[in-house]
């Protein structure tokens, strides 16, 4: 079994910062991708960065430049800078462990951005 547990959310201006932090315990395989996704249309949950324990990294289109996903072990961070109106959402830490493709989930923290 897998825990995620995450921190950071909260209500900023626009042109401000956050920064969200989940750390994994329990059964973590050495090979696994965590990330962060958030809430779209349809209750889909999009990727907004993923970092590969070997280290590749993914940003959305949407994030690129502005926010900064690293990863300390088994605590993965995301730096957000410069957030916009359309980053209100809730945001998930998600652990992908490679061998058995079983994705965990933490409970979400939520982010405000207001103009």
């Known amino acids: 079994q897998v825990q995620l547990v995450e921190s950071g959310g909260g209500s900023v201006q626009a042109g401000e910062s956050l920064r969200l932090s989940c750390t994994a315990s329990?059964?973590?395989?050495?090979?696994?991708?965590m990330g962060w996704f958030r809430q779209g249309p349809n209750n889909q949950r999009w990727y907004v960065a993923t970092?590969?324990?070997?280290?590749t990294l993914n940003y959305a289109e949407s994030v690129r430049g502005r926010f900064t996903i690293t990863r300390d072990k088994n605590t993965v961070h995301l730096q957000m800078n410069n957030l916009k109106p359309e980053d209100t959402n809730v945001y998930y830490c998600?652990?992908?462990?490679?061998?058995?493709?079983?994705?965990?989930w933490g409970e979400g923290t939520r982010v405000a951005v207001s103009s």
């Open positions: 998600n652990l992908l462990v490679h061998s058995s493709r079983t994705n965990y």
């Open positions: 329990g059964n973590i395989f050495s090979a696994n991708t």
């Open positions: 970092l590969w324990s070997e280290g």
